[in-house]
């Protein structure tokens, strides 16, 4: 008896083992960004084994933007990069989903995350999406309410939020925060709303300092840039600069209990990898829906202050504007 336990025990252990050891294989869909190809590189190199350990980027579904020329140029490099990394090419976003347990979801596109978002939902894979969630506030919204009809978790971020500067100054480290003045480049894409394509970056930075709780916003706006400010429901008060003309710099400065504190720049890919390789495995985002959507939210309502001359707009009213968009997307989708 003694020894059917022991042999029990050990069988036991060599399962947890097997289990323990399991590799969670990754998917990519989209190889139009050059975040494909750095986390790629960083999870599969092997050249940090406590990092990329337990994960894998097994299979890549290269499409991705086809109607923005700086995206779709980059697919025939990309896709030879991650071959060269030893991950399988893809014809379609269902064949993938059959290879990976996690997905990437990194098409440079923002249009086109709702669709490709829908289907891995349905699929029951855990799925990260690259910045911008969607390419307006409309998708984003639709994307969240697709996400929890399908029961699907959902997380969306710039890197920029997890600069160790930026979360320093998120947990208090620095002291009770009392404004913020943020920046990053802003690269017009006619394809999408202005800040969505990548001003976001300066965007999430800014929120990621001042939390939630934004209540209305107004834009001043040049061929050289554009500054956004906005009044949170508490008094304070945080800015966004939008550069357009000059060098291309991320950071900013947030005003705490304690002084005046710099914010963080961008620093590379790893701290958020890290933070999306916990999420496969937790399936808990590490940051609210209601962050997201305020971001986005924020961003329309500083669209509408431009095309209104810089009047102040009330993140509520930019809301139900996004939430009507949201709807009619939705419809396809309940067909």
Not at 184 to 189: F, L
Not at 242 to 265: D, F, L, M, R
């Amino acid at each position: 008896m003694k020894n059917r336990i022991s042999l029990l025990l050990i069988l036991l252990a060599i399962s947890f083992s097997i289990h323990a050891q399991k590799v969670m294989r990754i998917g990519i869909i989209g190889l139009d960004t050059s975040h494909s190809t750095a986390f790629t590189e960083l999870i599969n190199s092997g050249s940090d084994e406590t990092f990329s350990k337990g994960f894998r980027v097994v299979a890549a579904y290269p499409y991705g933007s086809k109607t923005i020329q700086s995206s779709y140029e980059r697919i025939p490099g990309y896709i030879e990069k991650v071959k060269a990394n030893g991950v399988e090419i893809t014809s379609s976003i269902a064949d993938l989903l059959e290879k990976v347990d996690c997905v990437l979801l990194e098409t440079n596109d923002g249009r086109l995350h709702l669709e490709q978002a829908v289907e891995v939902f349905k699929s029951g894979k855990i799925c990260y999406i690259d910045k911008p969630i969607g390419a307006t506030l409309g998708d984003a919204i639709a994307i969240y309410e697709m996400a929890e009809k399908y029961n699907a978790p959902v997380f969306s971020s710039s890197a920029l939020r997890f600069t160790p500067q930026n979360q320093k100054l998120r947990n208090g480290e620095f002291g009770k925060i009392l404004g913020a003045d943020c920046y990053s480049p802003h690269k017009v894409e006619p394809t999408h709303p202005d800040f969505g394509f990548y001003g976001i970056h300066g965007v999430e930075t800014l929120y990621t300092i001042m939390g939630t709780g934004c209540e209305s916003v107004n834009r001043m706006s040049s061929d050289r840039g554009d500054v956004v400010v906005g009044r949170w429901k508490d008094g304070r008060i945080g800015t966004f600069r939008a550069i357009i003309k000059g060098p291309q710099i991320y950071g900013g400065t947030a005003y705490t209990s304690k002084g005046a504190v710099a914010a963080g720049g961008y620093q590379g890919y790893k701290a958020l990898l890290e933070q999306i390789l916990k999420y496969f495995q937790t399936g808990i985002s590490p940051i609210s829906k209601e962050e997201t959507i305020e971001i986005f939210t924020f961003m329309k309502a500083s669209n509408m202050s431009k095309a209104e001359n810089g009047r102040i707009v009330t993140l509520e009213e930019a809301y139900q504007k996004g939430l009507k968009d949201a709807r009619k997307l939705i419809k396809t989708y309940k067909k």
